[in-house]
């Protein structure tokens, strides 16, 4: 039997003018604006909302970075590039975000920056020293403290006096707010001379703070507004008996936060709790998987969901995938702080084992017809990821876990173009996994490989060879193949072009003979892409296979490579308008789904079949897009073994045609049509 999920609301935003102004008038003479304020007070909305409103002021858009679920600073960059949809191609990326942003006129919004501030103090400095035209606005709890900082406080909505008449106590955004949300939760609910001084003093109570009047407003679900109040005053009573002073704002979302908790059932209680370890939110079917347990059956889940949401303690989103419930930050810390540690040590070994399950079932480096939804759901569970991998590396005896997820992620860590991040992980495990086995042996070729991407020669080299040194030792088969395969890529970044072409063979040879097919897929990808130039001939029947195969078992991802990978090799036998058809099926594929290395790549080769067609114009233009693309990527076709000679004849060819001064003006327009529009001009032709 299908069950429904639980119900969905997406609240609208309530009030903030003077605020929203405020932010338009600073950041039209500010570079930096940072919103403070306590937490619940409505920063991340007002963020939100100013992006939404300001966006169509910026030429180059504006970029929301959500920053609360990223417990390292060291991930704060390959953060930043991977919403930035830069894939990293260089080691510094750093260097690549600066030099991305260095011409754009846009709007970088960071939001919950206080646990990183240090990190995101440093960052910010150097993309403003590095970006003239770029705008930043965060949101903290404290002030960043970088030079030419703007600062607007985020207050409370507005109180009105409990006494005054109705008129004049509609007019204030905190009851506006609470009559909003007590609507949605209790249909018919409105102010009226008879309710209107209760409203008034509940908000007055709450001082405003929005998370606080969505919790009490939540409530009336089951509890009259009369009722509510004497609830509400009962709890904050205590408090001020306690500490005779009034209450600061934080302690006002304290009190109310303590107040919503106990007013859960106990079972509630215990799943809120153990919800705030899911940074990223969380589908029915894991929550079911990860949480239940001592103290909650199975069955419950569902129901126990639905309560959270009725009680506005989980938002529920809906998506492709279905429905996914998340905290608001505020509101997982305290649900983190109520973890009892019995709980808590269940729970972590528990979602360790479910991330560590879900990476190896979600593999991409498989030829499978759910290769996409694999990688869009590991997309979506990074946050999650991060956490497991975190706790892995930091619990005794579970290094070898963490690396041995962080390596089956590799070809996710390739595709996404999170180079940096995935060897942060890899990084840090081989530091504590130092046993010469088949998990450091794995680790350190998928290192080398994600080093070689970046151009990071000196880094790879040494990571390879102590994986062959342990293969040799350990005599294991199932490694050797990848290690080979890695060191083939490594001597084509050296110029050794019939070097590479030799091991990728015998690797290819390897999984052959093991009956891999997915390894002998991805090895004819390298096989026919770098050894285009060396031997076409011989990559274009590699590219013909991986074709058919990846045609065989509905493997759509590895399908577009696959027919950029024959492109490239017909490409250089001469018959460049079946090269061009290919590129092109490949083209339309990866701009629908953003995978922006395969879109680059196609772009490239489709300006070399404009001006193989003497439209030498538009290949300017393509050239001009895929520049763009290359820029974001940190990379350049000079850098591409299979790229760089026809990039050059291309260029060349185009240049002489129309002359430079033409040729510079059809390369700007490509330049600045953007990922979606490059890829919609490039089907066009």
């Given at each position: 039997?299908?069950?429904a999920?639980?119900?969905?609301?997406?609240?609208?935003?309530?009030?903030?003018?003077?605020?929203?102004s405020?932010?338009?008038?600073?950041?039209?003479q500010?570079?930096?604006?940072?919103?403070?304020?306590?937490?619940?007070?409505?920063?991340?909305?007002?963020?939100?909302?100013?992006?939404?409103?300001?966006?169509?002021?910026?030429?180059?858009?504006?970029?929301?970075?959500?920053?609360?679920?990223?417990?390292a600073?060291?991930?704060?960059?390959?953060?930043?590039?991977?919403?930035?949809?830069?894939?990293?191609?260089?080691?510094?990326?750093?260097?690549?975000?600066v030099?991305y942003?260095?011409?754009?006129?846009?709007?970088?919004?960071?939001?919950?920056?206080?646990?990183?501030?240090?990190?995101?103090?440093?960052?910010?400095?150097?993309?403003?020293?590095?970006?003239p035209r770029?705008?930043?606005?965060?949101?903290?709890?404290?002030?960043?403290?970088v030079?030419?900082?703007?600062?607007?406080?985020?207050?409370?909505?507005?109180?009105?006096d409990?006494?005054?008449?109705?008129?004049?106590?509609?007019?204030?955004?905190?009851?506006?707010?609470?009559?909003?949300?007590?609507?949605?939760?209790?249909?018919?609910?409105?102010?009226?001379?008879?309710?209107?001084?209760?409203?008034?003093?509940?908000?007055?109570?709450?001082?405003?703070?929005?998370?606080?009047?969505?919790?009490?407003?939540?409530?009336?679900?089951?509890?009259?507004?009369?009722?509510?109040?004497?609830?509400?005053?009962?709890?904050?009573?205590?408090?001020?008996?306690?500490?005779?002073?009034?209450l600061?704002?934080?302690q006002?979302?304290?009190a109310?936060?303590?107040?919503?908790?106990?007013?859960?059932s106990?079972?509630?209680?215990?799943?809120?709790?153990?919800?705030?370890m899911?940074?990223?939110g969380?589908?029915?079917?894991t929550?079911?998987?990860?949480?239940?347990?001592?103290?909650?059956?199975?069955?419950?889940?569902?129901?126990?969901?639905?309560?959270?949401?009725?009680?506005?303690?989980?938002?529920g989103?809906?998506?492709?995938?279905?429905?996914?419930?998340?905290?608001?930050?505020?509101?997982?810390?305290?649900?983190?702080?109520?973890?009892?540690?019995?709980?808590?040590?269940?729970?972590?070994?528990?979602?360790?084992?479910?991330?560590?399950?879900?990476?190896?079932?979600?593999?991409i480096?498989?030829?499978?017809?759910?290769?996409?939804?694999?990688?869009?759901?590991?997309?979506?569970?990074?946050?999650?990821?991060?956490?497991?991998?975190?706790?892995?590396?930091?619990?005794?005896?579970?290094?070898?876990?963490?690396?041995?997820?962080?390596?089956?992620?590799?070809?996710f860590?390739?595709?996404?173009?999170?180079l940096?991040?995935?060897?942060?992980?890899?990084?840090?495990?081989?530091?504590?996994?130092?046993?010469?086995?088949?998990?450091?042996?794995?680790?350190?070729?998928?290192?080398?490989?994600?080093?070689?991407?970046?151009?990071?020669?000196?880094?790879?080299?040494?990571?390879?060879?102590?994986?062959?040194?342990?293969?040799?030792?350990?005599?294991?088969?199932?490694?050797?193949?990848?290690?080979?395969?890695?060191?083939?890529?490594?001597?084509?970044?050296?110029?050794?072009a019939?070097?590479?072409?030799?091991?990728?063979?015998?690797?290819?040879?390897?999984?052959?003979?093991?009956?891999d097919?997915?390894?002998?897929?991805?090895?004819?990808?390298?096989?026919?892409?770098?050894?285009?130039?060396?031997n076409?001939?011989?990559?274009?029947?590699?590219?013909?296979?991986?074709?058919?195969?990846?045609?065989?078992?509905?493997?759509?991802?590895?399908?577009?490579?696959?027919?950029?990978?024959?492109?490239?090799?017909?490409?250089?036998?001469?018959?460049c308008?079946?090269?061009?058809?290919?590129?092109?099926?490949?083209a339309?594929?990866?701009?629908?789904?953003?995978?922006?290395?395969?879109?680059?790549?196609?772009?490239?080769?489709?300006?070399?079949?404009?001006?193989?067609?003497?439209?030498?114009?538009?290949?300017?233009?393509?050239?001009?897009?895929?520049?763009?693309?290359?820029?974001?990527?940190?990379?350049?076709?000079?850098?591409?073994?299979?790229?760089?000679?026809?990039?050059?004849?291309?260029?060349?060819?185009?240049?002489r045609?129309?002359?430079?001064?033409?040729?510079?003006?059809?390369?700007?327009?490509?330049?600045?049509?953007?990922?979606?529009?490059?890829?919609?001009?490039?089907?066009?032709?």
């Amino acid at each position: 039997m299908t069950r429904a999920d639980p119900s969905t609301e997406a609240s609208s935003f309530v009030g903030r003018r003077h605020e929203l102004s405020a932010v338009r008038r600073v950041l039209s003479q500010a570079r930096l604006l940072t919103l403070t304020g306590t937490g619940g007070v409505g920063k991340t909305r007002l963020a939100l909302k100013a992006a939404e409103t300001l966006r169509g002021r910026y030429r180059d858009g504006v970029e929301v970075v959500e920053l609360a679920t990223l417990e390292a600073g060291d991930l704060l960059e390959p953060t930043v590039a991977a919403a930035l949809s830069l894939r990293e191609a260089g080691p510094d990326l750093m260097v690549t975000l600066v030099d991305y942003l260095s011409d754009k006129r846009m709007l970088l919004i960071l939001d919950n920056c206080e646990h990183l501030l240090e990190d995101c103090a440093r960052f910010v400095d150097r993309l403003l020293r590095g970006a003239p035209r770029l705008r930043v606005l965060t949101t903290s709890r404290q002030t960043l403290g970088v030079y030419g900082e703007q600062v607007l406080a985020v207050p409370s909505l507005s109180v009105p006096d409990p006494g005054g008449p109705t008129r004049y106590i509609v007019r204030h955004d905190s009851v506006r707010l609470f009559v909003e949300r007590a609507a949605s939760v209790c249909p018919g609910f409105f102010l009226d001379t008879g309710n209107a001084a209760c409203v008034a003093r509940l908000a007055q109570r709450l001082e405003g703070i929005p998370l606080a009047i969505e919790l009490a407003a939540a409530r009336l679900r089951t509890l009259p507004l009369e009722q509510l109040m004497r609830e509400l005053d009962g709890c904050f009573e205590v408090l001020e008996a306690a500490a005779p002073a009034a209450l600061p704002r934080h302690q006002t979302l304290r009190a109310t936060m303590d107040w919503s908790f106990r007013l859960c059932s106990p079972v509630e209680r215990r799943l809120w709790a153990r919800l705030s370890m899911f940074p990223g939110g969380v589908d029915l079917e894991t929550a079911e998987a990860v949480c239940c347990g001592e103290g909650i059956d199975p069955a419950e889940i569902f129901d126990l969901v639905a309560g959270l949401v009725d009680k506005s303690v989980l938002v529920g989103e809906r998506r492709e995938a279905g429905i996914r419930y998340r905290m608001l930050e505020s509101i997982r810390a305290y649900g983190s702080e109520q973890l009892a540690p019995s709980d808590e040590r269940v729970l972590r070994r528990r979602y360790i084992d479910h991330y560590r399950d879900l990476a190896e079932r979600n593999r991409i480096d498989r030829n499978v017809p759910d290769q996409l939804e694999r990688y869009r759901l590991l997309q979506r569970e990074l946050p999650n990821m991060r956490v497991a991998l975190e706790v892995c590396l930091g619990e005794p005896g579970m290094a070898p876990v963490g690396l041995e997820t962080a390596s089956a992620m590799w070809c996710f860590w390739l595709l996404a173009g999170s180079l940096t991040e995935g060897r942060y992980w890899l990084e840090r495990g081989l530091e504590l996994v130092r046993e010469a086995g088949s998990a450091r042996a794995t680790a350190l070729w998928v290192d080398s490989m994600l080093a070689l991407r970046q151009g990071d020669l000196a880094a790879a080299t040494p990571r390879l060879e102590e994986c062959h040194t342990i293969v040799r030792q350990m005599g294991d088969e199932d490694v050797l193949p990848f290690a080979i395969r890695t060191s083939g890529v490594a001597a084509f970044s050296t110029g050794d072009a019939q070097r590479g072409l030799a091991l990728l063979e015998e690797s290819l040879a390897l999984h052959r003979a093991a009956g891999d097919l997915d390894g002998v897929v991805f090895n004819l990808y390298y096989a026919a892409t770098y050894g285009s130039i060396e031997n076409p001939d011989r990559a274009a029947v590699f590219g013909e296979e991986m074709l058919e195969l990846c045609e065989a078992h509905h493997a759509l991802v590895s399908r577009g490579y696959a027919q950029l990978a024959l492109g490239l090799a017909v490409w250089n036998l001469g018959d460049c308008r079946r090269a061009e058809a290919l590129v092109r099926r490949a083209a339309e594929f990866t701009g629908e789904i953003n995978d922006r290395w395969c879109l680059t790549q196609c772009l490239e080769v489709l300006a070399w079949a404009a001006g193989a067609r003497e439209d030498h114009e538009r290949a300017a233009r393509m050239l001009g897009a895929a520049h763009a693309l290359w820029q974001a990527a940190d990379a350049s076709p000079a850098r591409l073994w299979y790229h760089a000679r026809w990039h050059e004849r291309c260029a060349e060819q185009a240049r002489r045609t129309l002359g430079n001064r033409a040729f510079a003006a059809a390369f700007r327009d490509g330049a600045r049509l953007g990922p979606e529009r490059a890829a919609a001009y490039a089907l066009e032709g």
